[in-house]
């Protein structure tokens, strides 16, 4: 399954606002009334509305100096990845979002309508959620829309034109019981990734890539390729090809475990790595996280998830 209208849709909605150029989006209103929350997530088709959805998944984030009056980047700490992450979603009636929470050990962020944020559900690929200050911002697929069943995965960014902040991207769902993952054969997932990026002059931007990941359970490897990757300049919003973010890499994982790990190397130079899950009764689908760096304030942080 190829993401092209991801793309589209991540730039078309409201990123060219990041740094203060925000003029609202139309929110997911409608709907009304109370949410029960549900026990661990299964599937999404398995959500009745209005419902509090609760995952648990895969985090990698950090924190950023980014002093005006230009907002260029100037120092980036990376606080790693965590397994102990969580989202909290909730859907009114109507199935429209009105509240998203995501926690990892670096704190919790909230995008809440009731606060006067936004969040705007409208498009079939992706929810943009803004906070009524104009300075945070998250992203994410909406997995009911492009059809995914076990996982859905995102980005934010905090602190926008107040000269530092926190970033980060979350891959959730419902992790694949190690003994539940094939030992034979293979299978070819697609997806996407989504994330930001850093130059080495201190710019900022959000990215998007196509993704393809080619398992071969007997050899418990996962071969990963991300290309076709564009970014939008978060003070410009200028979209350009960005080729130097295309990566590709290996990941493993031990017998009868859900948690694969491997290097990543980005076409420009840039090296790192990545941690995620298979999710689903059977392996079906895959999620996770990365984080690469350069020279410099180079860093390249994000999320990605995929389907058979």
Do not use: H
Not at 203 to 211: A, E, I, P
Not at 234 to 254: D, F, P, Q
């Amino acid at each position: 399954m190829k993401f092209n209208n991801l793309l589209t849709s991540v730039f078309l909605l409201p990123f060219v606002a990041l740094m203060g150029l925000l003029t609202g989006c139309g929110g997911g209103g409608g709907g009304g009334g109370g949410s029960a929350t549900l026990g661990p997530f299964v599937r999404w088709s398995a959500i009745t509305p209005p419902a509090t959805v609760e995952a648990s998944g895969v985090s990698q984030d950090g924190d950023y100096v980014a002093p005006g009056p230009g907002f260029s980047i100037t120092s980036i700490t990376d606080e790693g990845a965590s397994t102990s992450a969580s989202a909290s979603i909730t859907y009114r009636a109507d199935n429209s979002i009105s509240r998203i929470s995501i926690t990892t050990p670096n704190g919790t962020v909230v995008w809440d309508e009731a606060l006067g944020d936004d969040i705007d559900d409208a498009d079939p690929a992706v929810v943009v959620a803004t906070n009524a200050a104009s300075t945070s911002i998250a992203f994410a697929v909406d997995a009911i829309d492009v059809g995914w069943e076990y996982q859905t995965f995102g980005a934010w960014q905090t602190g926008i034109g107040t000269g530092a902040g926190s970033y980060g991207a979350l891959s959730i769902g419902a992790p694949t019981a190690g003994s539940a993952i094939p030992t034979t054969g293979g299978a070819t997932f697609t997806g996407a990734t989504m994330g930001f990026y850093s130059d080495g002059t201190g710019d900022g931007f959000v990215t998007v890539s196509d993704l393809t990941v080619t398992a071969d359970f007997a050899a418990r490897s996962l071969g990963f390729n991300a290309n076709n990757t564009q970014k939008i300049n978060t003070t410009t919003a200028v979209e350009t090809a960005a080729v130097n973010l295309n990566m590709t890499g290996t990941l493993t994982y031990a017998p009868a475990t859900n948690s694969f790990s491997g290097a990543l190397n980005a076409a420009g130079g840039m090296t790192g790595t990545s941690q995620g899950w298979f999710y689903g009764p059977s392996a079906e689908e895959l999620g996770g996280v990365f984080s690469l760096a350069g020279t410099g304030v180079e860093t390249y942080t994000g999320s990605y998830g995929a389907t058979r």
